[in-house]
C-alpha cells in the first residue's frame, strides 16, 4: 500500500509540474529552463533576463532585447519588456507596436499592459476592448496595473463610467468584490474607493457613503475619501458635515495625519486646487 | 501495471503540450514594425534638418526622463492653463481625433531643444494630422519654454520630457504629463 501511494504521489507531482508547464504565467516572465535546451525561446528568455539587468531603455538593454528578438522571435515577454520604456517616454507608437506582437503571441499575459496604457492615455473605448477580451475570453482570477496598485477591472469599471456608462462600471466593481468573499487577501487599497466614487457618479449617494466608510476602515490616510464624502453630504444639504470632511481632505492632502492623495484615477482624481475650491464655496 | 498506468498519462500530458505549449518556430511576422534604436531611449539624437547646431548635449547616455525631473516653472496645472489659453483652434483641425505627442530634451544648461512631434490615433497607431497641427502645436510647447530642475542636484543633468495633447473633434480634450 505505502508503494502504491508513494507511487501515485510521485505521478501527482509530475501532473501538477506539467499543468503548471501550460500555465502562460510561467512563459509570461520567463522560466527559462521550461524552453527545451538550444531553442530560441530558451536563449531569448535568457537575454531578456540580462537586458532587464541593464537600465531600463538603456542602448545595452535595448541591444540584449533586440537579440533575443532576433534568436527567439515567438518569446512575447522581450517584446513586452522591450515595449516599457518606449511607452514611458511618450513614443507611443513604437511601444504599442512592440506590445501588439507580445499579444498577438500571448494575449491572456499582456492585453492588460495595452489596455492600462490606454487607460491612463484617456483612451477608453480601446481599453474597454481589451479588458472585455481579457476578461471575457481568457478569464485571469487577478491582474492589477503594473505597479500593483489597482486591480484591472477596477480600471475597465473606471473606463466605463469615463464613457458615460457608470452602471456598468458599478456591476464590474460589484463582480470583482464577490471575489473577495472567498478570497478576502486579494482585496486592494482602493477598491471601497473606486465604488465609491462610482456610486458617487451614478447619484447614489447612500451607497456612496456606505463604501466610502468602507475605504476609511482600510485606509484614513488618503484625502480624496473625505473629499467626495464631502461632495456627498454638500449634495444632501449637510453643509456643516460636508465642511467638516472638506477640511480632513485638506489635512491630509498637506500630509498631517500621514496624509497622502494619489493619481490613479484619472478624472475621478482629487487634487489640492479641488479641496480648496470647495472649501471657499462653504464659506461664501 | 504500474508503468502502463504512468507511460499513459505521460503520454496524454505530451500530448497536451506539444500542441499547446511551443509555437511554431516561424520568424516574428512583418505585421508589426520591431524599433531598433541605437542609443539611450531618453536621448533625441541631432537631426540637421530640424535641429538647431548649437544645442549643447553635455552626455548623450546619461538622460533622464522621469516625470519629476523637470518642472514647468509655475507647476503642472499652470502649464495646462497656459497651453489652454495659448492655443487657438482652427476649423481644419475639426476632424482630428488623437493625440499630438511632442517630446524634447533639457540639456545641462536648462535649454530645450530637439523638439519632436508625432501625431497618433486613439489606439497609438500613426497617422496623419490635419493641416498645420502638428507643427503649430510644437511651436506652442516651444514657446512656453520655462522648465527648471527638480532639485539643485540636478543642475547640470539632462532630461526628456514629453507632452501629450489629447484632440476631440480638434479641440484639446486633455494634456497628459
Redesign the interface.
Known sequence: MARFNTFYYKVFCFMFFISGYHLNSLSAQGNCLVFPENSGERKACELSYLAVEESQGSKESQALFDKAIQIGPNYAWAYYEKSVPFFKRGMFAEGVSLINKAIELEPQNYLFYRAYWYFYQRSYEFCIQDLEQLYSVHQPSYVTTPGGELEMRLLLAMAYAQSGNVSKGIDWILHLMDKYKDQPQLKGFYDHFCLGVLYYKNNQFDLAESELEKQLIVDDTFADTYHYLGLIKEKQAEKKIAEGYFKQAMARMNKEHQGHSINLFTEFNVNKEDVEKVLLNQLK | M?NI??LG??SI?LS??SS??????????S????????????YIPYDAKVDQADFVICDS?DFR?GRNGIQYIGGS?KLREDINSNFVSNKKYETFNG?V?I?FLVNCEGKSGRYRT?S?N?????VKAPSDLLTYSTQLIKSLDTWEKHSLNDSRMEF?K???L?FNNGQI??I?L
Open positions: 504500474r498506468i504512468f498519462i505521460l500530458f497536451l503540450f499547446g505549449c511551443f509555437k511554431d518556430s516561424v520568424a516574428a511576422g505585421k508589426y514594425k520591431i524599433p531598433i534604436v541605437n542609443h539611450d531611449l531618453s547616455t526622463s496645472n493625440y505627442v517630446r508625432q497618433l486613439l489606439d497609438f497607431s500613426p526628456s514629453f507632452i501629450n489629447k480634450q486633455h497628459l
